[in-house]
């Protein structure tokens, strides 16, 4: 059974970094992609980013690329968001899941049927 | 890039009433579309993925279908818990995963 744990509720400064992690479980780490996504009462849900961890290759979607990092320790089977310097504007929920994969001949389908509890943060001077 | 729009972004129906909600992308998917649904305070919920196919537990009154730039969720009669914010999500393509706007569906 896939499992998916997220770290704790997070009350920051503007200015400050921080990091999130997200830890799995019941699958082979390497081979699936892994997603952060916001969500905000006003924007709903935003596509982040995605990180394969076999080779910690990532993809972010236009509105973070240079505003977060998304990275990977496999020796923990966890992924990360981590920012340099939040704003206020982060304040949000963000959810991480594993890409479930469907393969129907050689194309595949990718979709987010386990997602973590969330990690909600408030960024407030 | 591909972006999705969802319509209508809000709407109001009835307990039994069938409805359909719109996606549209402005470049050929293919099958690459997904379905959500996500209520306040919990973890979206998956309904669909590749376009057309009922996720594991998912009530048979979801349904989807579409390819290319098209594509509609319905809702075959409504429950009083199908209240929610439902998405639609490409999965096709950098940025892989873009979610549409959202459709705000009350009962």
């Known amino acids: 059974e896939v499992q998916v744990e997220q770290s704790g509720a997070e009350v920051k400064k503007p200015g400050e970094s921080l990091q999130i992690s997200c830890r799995t479980s019941?699958?082979?780490?390497?081979?699936?992609?892994i997603a952060w996504v916001r969500q905000t009462p006003g924007k709903g849900l935003e596509w982040m980013g995605i990180?394969?961890?076999?080779?910690?290759?990532?993809s972010y979607g236009p509105s973070f690329e240079g505003q977060v990092a998304i990275s990977v320790d496999r020796s923990v089977n966890t992924a990360y968001l981590k920012w340099k310097s939040l704003k206020a504007s982060d304040t949000a929920m963000y959810f991480c899941?594993?890409?479930?994969?469907?393969?129907?001949?050689?194309?595949?389908?990718?979709?987010?049927?386990?997602w973590g509890e969330g990690t909600p943060v408030t960024v407030s001077s | 890039d591909i972006q999705v729009t969802q319509s209508p972004s809000s709407m109001s129906a009835s307990v039994g009433d069938r409805i359909t909600i719109t996606c549209r992308s402005s470049q050929n998917i293919t099958s690459h579309l997904n379905w959500y649904q996500h209520k306040p305070g919990k973890v979206p919920k998956l309904l669909i993925y590749?376009?057309?196919l009922l996720y594991s537990g998912v009530p048979s009154r979801f349904s989807g279908n579409g390819s290319g730039t098209d594509f509609t969720l319905t809702i075959g009669s409504l429950q009083p818990e199908d209240s929610a914010i439902y998405y639609c999500q490409k999965s096709y393509v950098s940025p892989l995963g873009s979610f549409g706007p959202g459709t705000k569906l009350e009962i």
């Open positions: 899941a594993p890409m479930s994969v469907f393969s129907s001949g050689n194309i595949n389908h990718f979709y987010m049927d386990v």
């Open positions: 019941g699958y082979n780490f390497n081979e699936y992609w």
């Open positions: 990180v394969y961890p076999r080779d910690s290759d990532t």
């Open positions: 590749a376009s057309s």
